[in-house]
């Protein structure tokens, strides 16, 4: 996609990493950038390692090598960069009601206004009629709606999405899609983990796609389906995948 706000710096730079975990090698030697202000997709199957790469960059996980740096530097919490992070396994307080959760995360943001910006997004994700609703009485979808919420209450400008959409139906998918697509408009910059190729397609500027640790594509996404003779980003991951499988 063409992206105005997209510039040439990097708001991320990943240099060298890898990583083990019991002797096991996750990432091999991974080096790459984000510009900022683009839409940056994280691809691979299960167990590829882009959410090991991600816990890594938030210093959740410790690089055996390698450097992993946002704005220039390893990430510290105590930084003033508004970051945003929807992780696949969710996390909300879930004996508290949807507006008391969201209000605790809007103060702690300094969030002008929260109880109007609740509000209004409660009502634009059709959970409006479910604000004073404990958490662990809604869907795994309703909450998911929740906790993209909170991460783009503030604005970020960096917001990093590991399967935004996962489990929801077209109708949602889209709701949730054009949220992103909104801060994204904003300035915001997005990594997004997913399997939905039709996504990547229509958001992201540049990808990555990662097998066994090693990027196997890299770069706009215009560029890599040329690498592959202009197959669909679907048919390049069948393929990718499948080597293995055709080499026997």
Avoid at 67 to 75: A, E, S, T, V, W
Avoid at 168 to 187: A, T, W
Wanted: aromatic content about 8%.
């Amino acid at each position: 996609m063409t992206n105005s706000a997209k510039t040439s710096e990097n708001i991320i730079e990943v240099k060298h990493f890898k990583i083990s975990f019991a002797q096991k090698t996750v990432i091999k030697d991974l080096s790459f950038n984000v510009k900022r202000g683009e839409i940056f997709g994280l691809l691979g199957s299960n167990g590829s390692g882009k959410t090991t790469t991600i816990r890594a960059l938030l210093g959740l996980y410790f690089a055996d090598k390698g450097q992993l740096l946002i704005n220039g530097k390893q990430f510290d919490p105590s930084d003033d960069i508004r970051i945003g992070y929807l992780p696949e396994e969710r996390g909300l307080y879930k004996k508290e009601t949807v507006y008391d959760v969201m209000m605790y995360f809007a103060r702690l943001k300094k969030l002008d206004n929260p109880k109007e910006w609740i509000m209004n997004y409660l009502k634009r994700v059709g959970l409006e009629d479910f604000a004073k609703t404990k958490v662990n009485k809604l869907s795994q979808g309703m909450q998911q709606k929740v906790q993209l919420g909170i991460c783009v209450m503030n604005d970020p400008e960096l917001l990093i999405l590991d399967e935004p959409t996962k489990g929801f139906d077209p109708v949602n998918r889209r709701l949730l899609m054009d949220i992103i697509e909104e801060q994204h408009k904003k300035g915001c910059t997005i990594i997004m983990i997913t399997h939905y190729m039709d996504e990547v397609e229509r958001l992201c500027d540049d990808i990555l796609l990662l097998k066994d640790g090693v990027a196997r594509a890299l770069g706009p996404v215009k560029e890599v389906r040329k690498q592959f003779n202009n197959k669909s980003l679907d048919q390049i991951f069948v393929d990718i995948y499948g080597e293995e499988e055709n080499d026997e």
